[in-house]
């Protein structure tokens, strides 16, 4: 797995996804599992930290004006 600081929020995913598959298949040997378990752990924390500093980022915008604005970001119902 690449380092994780130098993945893209996309290819973590796609990382993600591809452990998710070989997992489902259930053809995996035990400690192959743990070890696409771990992985994919971290590449989990990953993607949520690149979240969390994308949400970080966003909580203040510029308006037209050029002044802050407070932005929030709402959950989908």
Known sequence: MENENNVSFEEAMDQLEQIVAKLEEGDVALEKAIT??????????????????????????????????????????
């Open 36 to 77: 696409y378990y771990q992985q994919g752990m971290k590449l989990s924390k990953v993607c949520n930290d690149k979240l969390k500093n994308v949400q970080e980022k966003m909580t203040q915008i510029v308006n037209e004006q050029g002044e802050l604005e407070i932005f929030e970001v709402g959950e989908e119902e």
